[in-house]
């Protein structure tokens, strides 16, 4: 055993590091060596098991795939794929020979892995020096943490948990097969262990603290029904017993100073505040760094644990140093460019001719303008000036040449961007008020405003592209003019959470570098809201909504109105895009303890209803160009609409089948619904 946790760290050890220290392969008899005796081997595998978390957030958005965003709740009721026939969009293509399931099976079962060599590695080998007992303790939490993270996400996606303590000797995970009920009785533990032994402060920028289990405690804690202590871990966050962390509601960070949006709308806190939460590494002048992104801001007390990326390490004009490739490791940021408003690449001349004599523009990349007087901030060609009658010298939000720009349109053609497009439901998209409905519920809510979505991309003519649009319609039906699909394209929204005005180069690799939240304390306040309700305390679940939507700008919410829909409804508000949630749905799905579910949906099973399954029916995009087996409806409208077809066992993944056959020594059988066990 001893022998192999040697071979198998020097292994990791070779992949993980970006500096000099790579190990060749050693023995067990080898490790006398003075590098087994210290901590830093036990740092260094720790580091392994983090790049495995920033791999699950970042990595495989390069190249057109969408394995990462399944977590954060793709295909569910905040927002899916652009295609209407793909896995989280006809569910009925997800099956146990799923690509999807198994990138998830595989890489979780490795995060848990790397994060047991390191439990291991400390408790078998007592000859490895510390600076202190504690900090020995900090590591060994921090190790455990990552393991019940991995078993976290396994038990919310697939319910079945291959469970271990200790490191994997075979390439299969023959290790205990559990429920997600008796997974997340063993999670409490290892999260309360966390708790106990991790410190109030990160090690080191981008590693977890108190804050963090307790706040992943608090949410076993409900998947279990123990709703008090639920309540209680987060309010030891919330109360800052567990550390300094608190809704940030004054300017931070690397734009502070900046009084106004660059159209105009101003960034006074706390709507600034909440801006701020998002804004990349600052910028001195081309390449020059004037500060990390804000999440990682010291002054930013809103962030409990933030993904790194790092992948910018080893330039010269950075100031890390290092080996220069750690990004590749990445496979590359696209965060901006997957969120980045759906134009059309096609054709370099947004002017066409009516047969009325006149021109006009019509939806393609070189027709998208800022307003007057707003010019583009961004990489590539200087901005162009738009030429032509009533064009009013306007500037071209996109530059053919590179492909990025301030506007950050998805294109083709370099590794800027990628072909991986992801669309935020309507419900999500339109404003507070819209009669087709709308997750908005007040229109000051400046998290939906357009300070942090803006709806709309303006022609050269100054005009909205919501005008134009009517207008060319109107040409259509008046027989001037004949489109065509590119033509009448809905423009999507772009979300300032995942985006910037600002870009790092003028060209290169490095856009939009920001690191990305695992938990806000935002979300705390959710959790025990949450557990309030399930106490029957509606009141004082209110109480912490409000903490938010007073921030926001939105007006209170009562007791009357809380409900876990009116609870899922703020996620999607506060933490749209950041929230894990698969993990949130599936939990509140066919689990018996979970009670206080059943106010809004008293079915739970895995053949008729379950809350995963309405709230996807309910508000997933149902892609009206395709029928799929969808099943139609018609909106306050009077247009025939089509539900998402997903199916009440799609709350949990199909088991891999490389992981089932893989498994000679331990039966398990599918997930109901999928391959031999569909019904």
């Known amino acids: ?197 991790l410190p109030s402060t990160p090690r080191l920028m981008g590693t977890v603290t108190k804050a963090a289990a307790a706040h992943y405690l608090s949410e076993i804690y409900l998947c279990l029904g123990e ?52 804004r990349s590494s600052g910028l001195t002048e081309v390449g020059k760094f004037a500060s990390d992104s804000n999440p990682n801001d010291p002054g930013n007390l809103e962030a409990i644990w933030v993904a790194q990326i790092d992948y910018t390490v080893g330039q010269d004009n950075w100031p890390l140093g290092g080996s220069g490739d750690s990004w590749w490791r990445m496979h590359k940021p696209v965060l901006e460019s997957t969120w980045a408003p759906w134009i059309p690449m096609g054709g370099k001349n947004g002017q066409r001719d009516g047969s009325d004599g006149k021109k006009y523009y019509v939806f393609t990349a070189d027709a998208v303008c800022f307003p007057k007087g707003v010019a583009p901030a961004g990489a590539g060609d200087p901005p162009k000036t738009v030429t032509g009658e009533d064009l009013e010298g306007r500037k071209l939000a996109y530059n053919i040449s590179t492909r990025i720009d301030s506007l950050a349109v998805r294109a083709q053609g370099n590794g800027a961007a990628t072909s991986l497009g992801l669309l935020a439901s309507e419900f999500v998209q339109r ?82 570098d920001t690191d990305w939240y695992m938990i806000r304390i935002a979300e705390t306040y959710l959790l025990r809201a949450e557990a309030r309700l399930a106490q029957g305390n509606k009141a004082g679940a209110a109480q ?13 919410c009562s007791a009357d109105d809380i409900d876990i829909d009116y609870i899922l409804d703020e996620r999607v508000r506060e933490l749209f895009g950041e929230e894990q949630r698969w993990v949130t749905l599936s939990r509140l799905s066919c689990n018996p303890k979970a009670t206080y579910v059943t106010e809004c949906y008293p079915t739970q099973n895995y053949t008729t209803s379950n809350t995963f399954y309405e709230r996807t029916r309910k508000y997933g995009f149902g892609y009206e160009n395709e029928d799929r087996g969808r099943e139609a409806y018609t909106d306050a409208l009077g247009n025939t609409r089509h539900r998402p077809n997903i199916m009440p066992h799609n709350y949990l993944l199909p088991i891999p089948i490389q992981i089932i056959q893989s498994n000679k020594d331990v039966k398990i059988e599918q997930n109901p619904g999928y391959g031999s066990k569909k019904e």
């Open 431 to 512: 404003p507070a008020g819209d009669i087709l409905g709308s997750y908005w519920d007040d229109p000051n809510d400046f998290r939906g405003s357009e300070v942090m979505i803006q709806r709309d991309c303006y022609t050269p003519s100054g005009k909205k592209w919501s005008e134009v649009k009517k207008e060319v319609q109107a040409r259509v039906a008046a027989g001037l003019y004949a489109v065509t699909a590119a033509d009448t394209v809905n423009i999507t929204p772009r979300f300032w959470k995942f985006s910037d005005d600002r870009h790092l180069f003028d060209a290169g690799n490095a856009y939009y």
């Open 227 to 278: 709703f008090q202590k639920a309540e209680q871990a987060a309010s030891r966050v919330i109360d800052k017993t567990d550390g300094n962390y608190q809704l940030m509601t004054t300017r931070f960070g690397n734009r502070a100073d900046q009084a106004v949006d660059r159209y105009g709308n101003s960034l006074a806190a706390p709507q600034g505040a909440y801006w701020d939460l998002f």
């Open 1 to 197: 055993m001893k022998k192999y946790i040697v071979i198998l760290l020097a292994a990791v050890l070779a992949v993980s590091c970006n500096d000099n220290l790579f190990l060749e392969e050693r023995t067990y008899e080898d490790d006398t060596n003075s590098f087994f005796k210290n901590q830093q081997a036990i740092e260094i595998a720790l580091a392994s098991a983090y790049s495995e978390v920033q791999y699950m957030v970042f990595g495989n958005q390069r190249g057109g795939s969408d394995h990462n965003w399944m977590l954060f709740g793709m295909g569910l009721d905040t927002f899916a794929p652009t295609g209407g026939n793909t896995h989280f969009s006809n569910w009925s293509l997800l099956t146990e020979d799923s690509g999807y399931a198994r990138h998830y099976g595989e890489y979780m079962y490795k995060l848990s892995n790397r994060a047991n060599i390191v439990v291991d590695m400390i408790d078998e080998h007592p000859e490895i020096e510390y600076t202190s007992e504690t900090v020995k303790n900090n590591l060994r939490a921090e190790a455990v943490f990552l393991r019940a993270w991995a078993f976290r996400v396994i038990a919310g996606m697939f319910g079945q948990v291959l469970y271990s303590e200790h490191m994997t000797t075979e390439a299969r995970y023959d290790n205990e097969l559990i429920g997600r009920e008796e997974a997340w009785a063993k999670l409490a533990a290892d999260f309360e262990y966390a708790e106990q032994n």
């Open 544 to 556: 912490d909504i409000n903490v938010l939507r007073s921030r926001a700008g939105a007006k209170a």
